[in-house]
């Protein structure tokens, strides 16, 4: 609900529990009133007092007044270069060279349902549960007009918003600076709690006490990156998994992106986001917009697992689209693990068989396919079909005579010099004019800000997908961007081609997934180096890490799931001992942690001895029956790994709190050691839970308030406990 007092200029925002304000001021500035749990339909005035502080100046109008200050108000989203010093929204050059804008309060609209954002993946409203706000200021001066969105979906507690910038003046400008969101915190310290990482280890949760000064999250890789994720959390120092403030923001964006916590002077804290300004700017020209990608956020007062669960709903319901949306995902079979570029037709018929007769569900022809690939030193760019190697259209149809479907890897962005697209346009990749590119597992990147670039990629690709009954593709990205260039574009205009860039792989992705619908698509990079809300606007599903060590992929999916759901977790079962690690680990615990995402199996079937096999069909068996649930429902933490690296353990409940899937692992197993006994969460206190494949019977709860102890194992590291309730 979206209520404006015209009396006294303010907006208040309210979702089921929260509510957000912001109000214009004396002056014509938008000020930030309030975000946090709901609260009454009033102007949050109390929370402002203003002093005449040293060194934080006042607007020219103001006169002899020195009480106000753009310098320690509270702001919805700053102007820029004229007087505060904190970090700001927005950045211009102007024609004269001057570096400010003095944004002023124009005018509002709010209208029902969702704003869109043209090019670029955004939430989008379901059934009209949402409204809109537009509240536009301008900079006098210039005529450069900033247009903020909201929208307000009441029953999710989250708000969107995103920013466009208009040339309303005469002069071109330049834009070098144009975050999404400007967040001025409630009085109070805040923990940053982020996500970092490397390719293998992705998106480790980081808890830090903001210091003075700016803490800085960012890539500017041209992806969201293995190192950083566009999601950052606020949380109140007391805050724990079950209790305190939380604020969540993440950036529906898979490029560049910078979010900037600053503690001021006055231990007031602001957040911003956005794309990443070090590696940005546009020419705005008269009568031109940009638009800013969007931002989701959230708060809750019940802690990290209710702001995850916010967000995984959201994600669910609200970014992913098609026909996969919410539908069980088809259990895998990929060959990378288990051929590399070393294959053929009959090694893949053999693993397709195979996998038939286990009950896996989709047969995945990972990279190596097409022109001259055998190994990563060529053929990126030449995608057609490698004849010599695989006959794609017998192969797509002895695996769907299989009663299986069937799927393809591709990376579209890239170029091997080894290619004959590369023999026949050099000058489509991205390089500086005059220097040598540095390669990335020998490879270049195709100038994806130009269209023309775009569709010739897509045409080869699309022609590819409909050569055959294909009904999956995973797109892989695997280098960050370097020595970009556009010769395409202008040397004033060369800052914008990164977010072209983006721009163009979403136009890509649109195109995709506009004309392939039965195509399930599973986003990559190297493992999960663009595992963003971007991304998942097109692709359900994500490959989470390259690392599919099981005790390692504990970490990384406990990480994730701060930000994202289940569903978007592409998991695989792969051989041991394990390729990126060497550990050897049991088929119960690569099988658990594969269940806890997406399930597919990345080896060679063929190899697999008779009781293995027996043991991956029950695996399937058991995951058919247990998808909804890690799918659909509730997801719950129920302990640190990081700050307890003993054990692990995490639940799924359902939606109706009927069925409960409880994951325990002994990360390290110690002699003699303590005991272990682990909260549930989310069941109905009163119900009575029968313990499949057993008689017990167990009440809700005593199982939420006493606990469950975990029998004491000798089964060495990586012994995995699998407890299923259903109500009785
Ligand atoms: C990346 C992916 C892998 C695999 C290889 C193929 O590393 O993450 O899963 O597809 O590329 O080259």
């Not at 503690?263 to 986001?273: A, E, G, K, S, Y």
């Not at 960050?480 to 202008?490: F, G, K, V």
Request: some cysteine; hydrophobic content about 35%; aromatic content about 12%.
């Amino acid at each position: 609900m979206i209520i404006y007092n015209e009396n006294e200029k303010v907006f208040n925002l309210h979702t089921k529990n929260t509510t957000y304000q912001m109000y214009v001021e004396q002056y014509g500035y938008l000020l930030h009133g309030y975000y946090g749990r709901r609260v009454a339909d009033v102007k949050m005035e109390q929370l402002q007092n203003y002093y005449d502080r040293g060194f934080s100046g006042n607007p020219n109008q103001a006169g002899k007044d020195r009480l106000f200050s753009l310098d320690t108000a509270a702001q919805e989203y700053t102007s820029c270069g004229i007087g505060d010093y904190r970090v700001s929204s927005c950045g211009v050059i102007n024609r004269d060279g001057s570096t400010a804008a003095d944004l002023r309060y124009v005018g509002y609209k709010i209208y029902e349902g969702k704003y869109a954002i043209p090019g670029l993946p955004a939430a989008y409203d379901n059934n009209d549960e949402c409204e809109t706000l537009e509240v536009t200021l301008e900079d006098p001066y210039t005529g450069l007009r900033v247009v903020l969105y909201y929208a307000v979906f009441e029953a999710q507690d989250i708000i969107t918003r995103n920013v466009r910038f208009e040339n309303a003046g005469v002069d071109t400008l330049t834009l070098n600076r144009a975050m999404s969101v400007c967040l001025d915190m409630q009085p109070g310290d805040w923990d940053v709690m982020h996500f970092h990482g490397r390719h293998c280890m992705e998106r480790q949760p980081e808890r830090l006490r903001q210091p003075h000064g700016i803490t800085r999250i960012s890539s500017k890789r041209g992806t969201s990156s293995h190192q950083h994720n566009p999601f950052v959390i606020l949380a109140s120092p007391e805050a724990t998994e079950t209790n305190g403030d939380c604020y969540g923001a993440m950036l529906v964006y898979s490029g560049d992106f910078a979010a900037e916590i600053e503690m001021d002077q006055f231990n007031q804290t602001r957040l911003v986001m956005g794309i990443n300004s070090e590696t940005f700017s546009w020419q705005l020209e008269s009568g031109a917009s940009f638009e800013t990608p969007e931002v989701l956020l959230g708060f809750t007062h019940e802690g990290f697992s209710a702001l995850s669960g916010m967000y995984h709903r959201f994600i669910r319901n609200n970014i992913c689209r098609g026909k996969y949306k919410n539908t069980r995902r088809p259990v895998l079979v990929n060959n990378w693990e288990g051929t590399y570029f070393d294959f053929n037709q009959e090694k893949l018929i053999a693993i397709a068989e195979e996998a038939s007769s286990l009950g896996i569900e989709l047969f995945v022809l990972d990279d190596g396919w097409f022109g001259k690939r055998d190994d990563d030193y060529s053929g990126l760019g030449d995608w057609y079909v490698n004849e010599k190697k695989v006959q794609l259209e017998k192969l797509a149809e002895r695996v769907n005579e299989l009663g299986m479907k069937f799927g393809l890897w591709i990376e579209p962005e890239m170029v091997n010099e080894d290619s004959n697209l590369y023999k026949a346009h050099p000058d489509w990749a991205l390089k500086i004019p005059g220097r040598a590119p540095g390669r990335s597992r020998y490879q270049l990147l195709l100038d994806f800000s130009r269209k023309e670039v775009v569709d010739y990629v897509y045409n080869q690709i699309s022609s590819v997908l409909s050569s055959c009954n294909i009904e999956y593709v995973k797109w892989d990205f695997n280098r960050s961007l370097a020595d970009t260039y556009s010769l395409a574009l202008p040397k004033a205009r060369q800052g914008e081609v990164r977010h072209r860039f983006v721009l163009g792989m979403y136009d890509f992705a649109e195109r995709l997934t506009r004309d392939f619908p039965n195509i399930l698509l599973e986003g990559c990079s190297g493992g999960g180096g663009r595992f963003d809300a971007g991304m998942l606007y097109y692709s359900p599903q994500i490959w989470c890490s390259d690392d599919t060590d099981a005790m390692e992929r504990i970490l990384i999916q406990y990480g994730t799931s701060f930000g994202y759901p289940a569903s978007s977790v592409g998991s695989h079962v792969s051989a041991v001992p394990n390729h990126q690690t060497g550990r050897i680990s049991s088929m119960e615990l690569r099988g658990a942690v594969a269940m806890s995402g997406m399930l597919g199996y990345e080896l060679d079937l063929t190899k697999l001895k008779r009781a293995e096999k027996a043991q991956v069909r029950k695996q399937i068996q058991t995951y058919k029956k247990t998808a909804d649930l890690v799918m659909n429902g509730e997801y719950y933490r129920l302990s640190d790994p990081i700050k307890n690296p003993d054990y692990c353990a995490w639940s799924f409940v359902s939606e109706d709190k009927k069925k409960c899937l409880v994951n325990f692992v002994y990360l390290h197993v110690r002699a003699n050691a303590p005991l272990i006994n682990v909260r549930f969460r989310g069941l109905k206190p009163d119900a009575y839970y029968k313990v499949r494949g057993t008689e017990q019977v167990l009440n809700g709860a005593a199982l939420m308030y006493g606990g469950y102890t975990f029998p004491i194992t000798m089964e060495g590291d990586g012994y995995p406990i699998q407890i299923y309730l259903e109500e009785k």
